[in-house]
T-cell receptor, first 115, second 114 residues
């Protein structure tokens, strides 16, 4: 069983479009995250979210917004896509309450290419 | 977060132990040392973490110096599948705080060779 899954695996789109990436975890975790890995392979946190609060990395443009329909899902919406948004996006989850926050489980990634 | 310093790359012969060092001289008393790895084209994978004592699990061992200013991740019998980028991260572990976000540095690219 896949613990953290993302769809789609690959996403190619035109500049200016709006797109979403979906993430689901079946681990029963209460906290989910989105990370961005750019062409230089640096992995940067974008958002951290549980049912109590959303923490946003201040460097993330407001064109990016996470949406959580329930505890098992954290989708990433991106408006007005730009060339610089091309990257691999990783979803992750962890168990905060009673667990170890920093033992995070990552999805396989979504490679976004903006043309 | 305490800053970490790792070598950019290392080689290891298959079947031998891989020892990956990490310096974290500014670590605070409540900060843990975490290790993750990222195999090519995959998401990062948690390996192990520790506070003061040495730790061992099915994947690796973590040796933390007494002053906690450095640590070493040991893969006892490296295989070709252990070829990956290994990240050392120093972070507090805070209950009930969604803002506990990991910061990944450049890591060490470990190449296991036949």
């Amino acid at each position: 069983d896949t613990a953290v899954s993302q769809t789609p695996k690959y996403l190619v789109t035109q500049m200016g479009n709006d797109k979403s990436i979906k993430c689901e975890q079946n681990l029963g975790h209460d906290t989910m995250y989105w990370y961005k890995q750019d062409s230089k392979k640096f992995l940067k946190i974008m958002f951290s979210y549980n049912n109590k609060e959303l923490i946003i990395n201040e460097t993330v443009p407001n064109r990016f917004s996470p949406k959580s329909p329930d505890k098992a899902h954290l989708n990433l919406h991106i408006n007005s896509l730009e060339l610089g948004d091309s990257a691999v996006y990783f979803c992750a989850s962890s168990q905060a309450a009673g667990g170890n926050y920093n033992e995070q489980f990552f999805g396989p990634g979504t490679r976004l290419t903006v043309l | 977060d305490a800053k970490t310093t790792q070598p950019t790359s290392m080689d290891c012969a298959e079947g031998r132990a891989a020892n990956l060092p990490c310096n974290h001289s500014t670590i605070s008393g409540n900060e843990y040392v975490y290790w993750y790895r990222q195999i090519h084209s995959q998401g990062p994978q948690y390996i192990i973490h520790g506070l003061k004592n040495n730790e061992t699990n099915e994947m690796a061992s973590l040796i933390i110096t007494e002053d906690r200013k450095s640590s070493t991740l040991i893969l006892p019998h490296a295989t070709l599948r252990d070829t990956a980028v290994y990240y050392c991260i120093v972070r507090v572990s805070q209950y009930g705080n969604a803002g506990n976000m990991l910061t990944f540095g450049g890591g060490t690219r470990l190449m296991v060779k036949p």
